[in-house]
């Protein structure tokens, strides 16, 4: 069965600091990895696919990495700012033909101005 | 284009009661998932429907049942509610046999009392 963890729970950072959130799953054989940004009471927002041949993903100040062979992803975040701030979760595509993700509990984010 | 839409936004529900959730997806897919999200807790897969057949279903009990409709949308029905039942329902719609990337609406926030 696929878990997905991610550490740390929750980061408090200063504005300005560039951060590094992990992801960490147990089963290699995924398809893609998704990380994904929640606010509170809200839906999901989509902010970086990895597809299972890639190694590194980017999309402005964000950078993704995947590790298949070690189970491992990080999200990369570059001068962080207030707004930054939310619930990253991050997710993986099962193995298995159907197109199942298996979520992450999350890193709660603040971002202090 | 017009992304995945849910109805409604928010529902309050006595134990032992019945809901209907609602799902549109983006224009141009045809699968629809499902899934469960409890407060503090990342998503939990339900299940997913294509060509209005139930695909693949997570540990969910029998009380939880969908429907996919001819238009690719869909429905989530939970009979009995309970309490631990309260979480937001997220809905997610892809296209079967592409690029594992599923897009997920704004939910609906499901409170039973």
């Known amino acids: 069965k696929q878990e997905v963890t991610q550490i740390p729970a929750a980061l408090s950072v200063p504005e300005g600091e560039n951060l590094v959130l992990n992801c960490s799953f147990t089963d290699s054989a995924i398809y893609n990895l998704q990380w994904f940004r929640q606010d509170p009471g809200k839906g999901l927002t989509s902010l970086l696919l990895?597809?299972?041949?890639?190694r590194e993903q980017t999309s402005g100040r964000l950078n993704a990495s995947l590790d298949k062979s070690s189970g491992r992803s990080t999200l990369y975040i570059a001068a962080s700012q207030p707004g930054d701030s939310a619930t990253y979760l991050c997710a993986v595509y099962t193995n298995t033909g159907f197109q199942k993700l298996v979520f992450g509990t999350g890193t709660r984010l603040l971002v202090s101005p | 284009d017009a992304g995945v839409t849910q109805s409604p936004t928010h529902l309050i529900k006595t134990r032992g009661q019945q809901v209907t959730l609602r799902c549109s997806p983006k224009?141009?897919?045809?699968?629809v998932s499902w899934y469960q999200q409890a407060l503090g807790q990342g998503p939990q897969f339900i299940f997913q429907?294509?060509?209005?057949?139930?695909?693949q279903r997570g540990n969910f009990p029998d009380r939880f049942s969908g429907h996919q409709f001819p238009n690719y949308s869909s429905e989530l029905n939970v009979n009995a509610l309970l309490l631990g039942d309260s979480a937001l329902y997220l809905c997610?719609?892809?296209?079967?046999?592409?690029?594992?990337?599923?897009?997920f609406g704004p939910g609906t926030r499901l409170t039973v009392t």
């Open positions: 997610a719609s892809s296209l079967l046999g592409q690029t594992y990337e599923q897009y």
């Open positions: 429907y294509y060509e209005e057949e139930e695909r």
């Open positions: 990895i597809q299972s041949s890639q």
């Open positions: 224009s141009g897919h045809d699968t």
